[in-house]
């Protein structure tokens, strides 16, 4: 794109005006559009594909359509009154185990969000020249495995050249594609790439260099059998191409999905100095464990559409998802209003400041794989325990709701007024940021409420090559106009 756009978005009477600003000078090689869930769905052991029916082992945040439950089938979410993300066509629904911080007195208390997810659908073709192929309604698959605490590997990984066949098995493949990236907007550190860093961070690390969070960062296999909608251990029917998001899919996976990245950010900055660890949901401090499920719940045909559209995902394309008419939007003010109903079950559980993880869920630091209740370590899909309803939320008949103790960014609707200083005192407004390769360049861009910082670096390899060139920019919604 030779001509550098400036996107102005206005959704009405919205408080909050959201500005979406692309300020390349480069030509974006990759085809994609973000689908940015602004509002978390809920928190709760709500997990239809590992545990259909019944509580999930431990807690997950969700995001998509509101739906969403212990077992909900695919007519239940096409009639969803609303859905936490903006295009309102997709009713599908994204989950993975959220941050918790275990203070050092033993209480666990959620991390906040920085609000939402961003759900990148990449839809270029691989190295097989296959044109991406949209999910079938009711598609599901999992993305990563809750019982791994360790990586086989060195992380940050060599780059891909220097891989050796041992780094290209499904599993080696498995544990690149999570990341958890150091967050620091204006502090001039180079910023890391996505998918760099495979494990958490060490605490001290976060607190003296991540003062804009910790993302956590998930990618989807992205090659199907063409056959099944899901498979026993919801990983089997998908496979990862040879070099994670790029390269040949192996063989009887022949057809090319959108390939899907969660990213979400934890506000971690919030327990600066405090004494104490992250640790996932699922009792997982190392983060190698990370993990995310997907439900395909697309209106009929939209998804195809907008694959085949070279307006909405060409390959110049702005990933921009105000750039694709076939997309019906929705703004962030009423995307987080939407919630789940949580589930009968679970309405007494307890979930955040409390003295064990929801499921009773132990920490294990492992190196050796997690022991869930019920499950033998190596088991692919661990059995739930026979009894749903955590024993200690029996005892506690007045807590609230999961919902009502969701943590909520306070959003300011005032526009700060300058640029610079904005983003460092942006705690708390960023809404989103995405980072995504392009050629050599890699882009980051960074919502605040209605300001968008996009900038862009130059690396010599598609990891974790130093970085070159930097540039940064700001800026500001009242002045773009
Ligand atoms: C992408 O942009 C380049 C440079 O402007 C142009 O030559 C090319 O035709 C464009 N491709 C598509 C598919 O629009
Ligand atoms: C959506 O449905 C839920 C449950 O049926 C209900 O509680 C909620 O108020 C509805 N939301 C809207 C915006 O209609
Ligand atoms: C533990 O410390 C945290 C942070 O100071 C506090 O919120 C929590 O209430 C404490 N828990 C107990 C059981 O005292
Ligand atoms: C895909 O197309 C490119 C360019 O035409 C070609 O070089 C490559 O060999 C093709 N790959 C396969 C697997 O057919
Ligand atoms: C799923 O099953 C396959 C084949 O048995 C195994 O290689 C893989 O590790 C399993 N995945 C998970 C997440 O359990
Ligand atoms: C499950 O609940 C039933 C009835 O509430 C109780 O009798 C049984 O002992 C429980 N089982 C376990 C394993 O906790």
Known sequence: MVNPGVKLRSFGAMPILLVVAFLLNVAPTEA??????????GNGRVDPIMA?????????VSFGASNFGLDPTLDDLLVSNCTSCSITQDHSVYWAP?????????????VPTTGGMTVYYFTESGENNVSSTAFPQ???????N????AYYGLDPYPPMAAWKPSDMTQQALMEKALGFNCMHYDNGIPNEGSLEHHGMRDKSFIDATCEDGIRAELMFPSCWNGKDLDSDNHTTHVAYPSEIKYGLCPEGFPVKLPILFYETIYQTQRFAGMDGQFVFSNGD????????DFLCGWEEGVLQSAIDSTVCTSVNSTGLQEDCPIFSLQDSAAATQCKMEVPEALQQEQIDLVQDLPGNIKVQAGPEPAMMPGAAPHSAAPSEPANATAPSAAAEPTLPPVTATVPTTSVSPTVTSTPD?????????ITLTSTYMSGTLEVHMI???????VTVSETAAPTAAPLKRHIHRHSHGNRLV
């Open 285 to 292: 401090p190392t983060g190698y464990g990370y993990h995310g």
């Open 447 to 453: 919502l605040v409420e209605d300001i968008v910082t």
């Open 98 to 110: 959220r941050m918790y911080f275990e203070h050092s007195n033993g209480t666990f208390e959620m």
């Open 138 to 144: 009711n598609f599901r698959m999992i993305a990563g």
């Open 32 to 41: 994609f559009f973000r689908h940015l869930c602004f509002g978390e769905l």
């Open 52 to 60: 259909p029916g019944q509580p999930s082992q431990h807690l997950h």
């Open 421 to 429: 200083s904005s983003l460092a005192a942006a705690d708390g407004q």
């Open 146 to 149: 809750s019982l791994k605490r």
